[in-house]
């Protein structure tokens, strides 16, 4: 009897210590603006679902589970971030208080929760694109996929590589481009996506709008515009600021999309000579 429930307590041990091994505690962040340093769009992903992570962002491991007493939700992991392990706000808000941050805004630092790489099946309900396929910028995510296609060409499949859909939106907030679906028809010989607008034409975009949640206030504010005085509700608690959102070109320099943008335009105006 004694020693079956020894053989039990060993299994369990062996069990749990086979689980918790893929699994790691981090201290985790509140992040209010979405940013990508890949060029996902915002406009075609949940922004209230993504990890900001240390790490640079991968061809597979672009889905993370994230838990924390007793409740879990899965992020996107597509921008890499300056050290923390920042999460969108309004996850770390559901992740502490169970509620939504425009329904119960919290304020605080960092809290240690399990994280763990998960399929990137899991994170398909965050993904609002034709079979949940990764929306990447056609003008300024072309270096990322590219290291995924030489990979798979290579050999090395990944889940970037084959789930992929490009677009004509210049820019992670969705503010300058054609809401049009770009492909790529002769890659490696031609690494430009072939688009029905001009590829990288730098038009305004209004039509898809990206909002983030203010900390700490919880409001509910379009990406892009200037913050407005906060009218929102009353954080519980004020502890310590949230990491800015500045963690990469995308966010730091608007303008560089301009400038990519043109040298887009440009590129497709000579090779069409
Ligand atoms: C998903 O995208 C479609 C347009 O392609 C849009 O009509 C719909 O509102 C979007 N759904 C969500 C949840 O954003
Ligand atoms: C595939 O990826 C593994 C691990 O990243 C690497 O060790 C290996 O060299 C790669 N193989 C090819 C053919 O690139």
Redesign the pocket.
């Known amino acids: 009897m004694h020693s079956s429930i020894r053989a039990w307590a060993s299994a369990v041990t062996t069990f749990v210590a086979t689980v918790s091994a893929a699994t790691t505690s981090v201290p985790v962040t509140p992040h209010a603006s979405y940013s990508s340093s890949i060029g996902v769009l915002g406009c075609k992903v949940n922004t209230n679902r993504i990890a900001y992570w240390p790490m640079a962002v991968d061809c597979n491991n672009i889905c993370v589970s994230l838990s924390y007493e007793g409740r879990q939700v899965y992020l996107l992991r597509i921008d890499q971030s300056g050290g923390a392990h920042d999460v969108s706000y309004d996850a770390w808000n559901y992740l502490i208080t169970g509620k939504s941050a425009t329904a119960d805004p919290t304020a605080g630092g960092a809290i240690q929760m399990d994280t763990e790489n998960v399929d990137a099946s899991k994170c398909a309900g965050l993904i609002n694109t034709s079979g949940s396929k990764l929306p990447l910028s056609a003008a300024n995510s072309m270096n990322f996929l590219n290291s995924c296609l030489e ?1 798979q060409a ?3 499949d990944s889940w970037v590589a084959s789930n992929y859909v490009l677009y004509n939106i210049l820019d992670p907030i969705c503010t300058y481009g054609y809401n049009e679906v770009c492909t790529l028809r002769d890659w490696p010989d031609q690494n430009q996506a072939t688009c029905p607008n001009t590829l990288g034409d730098p038009v305004s975009l209004t039509s898809q709008p990206v909002y983030n949640i203010e900390y700490p206030t919880g409001k509910k504010v379009l990406a892009g515009s200037s913050a407005s005085s906060s009218s929102g509700a009353t954080p519980n608690t004020i502890v310590a600021a949230s990491s800015g959102g500045c963690t990469n070109m995308f966010t730091c320099q608007p303008l560089l999309f301009l400038a990519f943008g043109l040298c887009a335009v440009l590129q497709s105006f000579f090779i069409s000579l």
Request: charged share 50%; hydrophobic share 0%.
């Open positions: 990979k290579d050999g090395n």
